[in-house]
Nanobody
Framework: EVQLVESGGGLVQAGGSLRLSCVASGFTFDDYVIGWFRQAPGKEREGISCISSNNGRTTYADSVKGRFTISRNNAKGTVYLQMNNLKPEDTAVYYC????????WGQGTQVTVSS
């Protein structure tokens, strides 16, 4: 059974930082591009960053470029998202999945940025 378990969210003031983690199990983690997605209240879920497995190539949405850094540890089946200089518009539930998404979503982790 595939499991995606996100953690590390919380309440932070604008300009602060958080580091999210996602532990994946039940599939061959190394075989997939892994992405971080987020869903803000009243909005559709959007992809914000992804990382390949073989060469570690990363991509970022314009909204987070220069502030967020994605990384992965294939041995641990874990993907991370370092989020710096957080803004109120980053408030959302954050999820990980393959990119494009192929598995059921986990519960996500709530990030709330106060102004």
């Amino acid at each position: 059974e595939v499991q995606l378990v996100e953690s590390g969210g919380g309440l932070v003031q604008a300009g602060g930082s958080l580091r999210l983690s996602c532990v994946a199990s039940g599939f061959t983690f190394d075989d997939y591009v892994i992405g971080w997605f987020r869903q803000a209240p009243g909005k559709e879920r959007e992809g914000i960053s992804c990382i390949s497995s073989n060469n570690g190539r990363t991509t970022y949405a314009d909204s987070v470029k220069g502030r967020f850094t994605i990384s992965r540890n294939n041995a641990k089946g874990t993907v991370y998202l370092q989020m710096n200089n957080l803004k109120p518009e980053d408030t959302a539930v954050y999820y990980c999945n393959t990119d494009p998404p192929q598995f059921h979503w986990g519960q996500g982790t709530q990030v709330t940025v106060s102004s």
